[in-house]
């Protein structure tokens, strides 16, 4: 069974970072582009950031361009996502995603939504 699991969320002060891995199990997901959604209180899922299955290309939300950075290390089935300068308006769960199409979909349509999700991992940031 595919499975993806979060960790490294938290509570951070604002300006301050944090990094997000998510590990992969159950199934292998090098040929899957891997990336991060994440929802606020009272809000829909949205898109952060996704990498494709190679790392060749990485596609980040206009709100955290600057500021986090997507990679992925294949030989462990784990994607990461570094936050840096973080503010109050980051403070969501953040979701661990992979899917088998185009990654720039997920980035630029926000009615498609990926296929495996992980649990999601909670990042609040204190002003």
């Known amino acids: 069974q595919a499975q993806l699991v979060e960790s490294g969320g938290g509570l951070v002060q604002a300006g301050g970072s944090l990094r997000l891995s998510c590990a992969a199990s159950?199934?292998?997901?090098?040929?899957?582009?891997m990336g991060w959604f994440r929802q606020a209180p009272g809000k829909e899922r949205e898109f952060v950031a996704i990498?494709?299955?190679?790392?060749?290309?990485?596609y980040h939300a206009d709100s955290v361009k600057g500021r986090f950075t997507i990679s992925r290390d294949n030989a462990k089935n784990t994607v990461y996502l570094q936050m840096d300068s973080l503010k109050p308006e980051d403070t969501a769960v953040y979701y661990c995603?992979?899917?088998?199409?185009?990654?720039?979909?997920?980035?630029?349509?926000?009615?498609?939504?990926?296929?495996?999700w992980g649990q999601g991992t909670q990042v609040t940031v204190s002003s």
């Open positions: 159950g199934r292998t997901f090098r040929s899957y582009a």
């Open positions: 990498i494709t299955s190679s790392g060749g290309s990485t």
């Open positions: 995603i992979a899917d088998s199409r185009a990654p720039f979909l997920f980035a630029s349509v926000s009615s498609i939504l990926p296929t495996y």
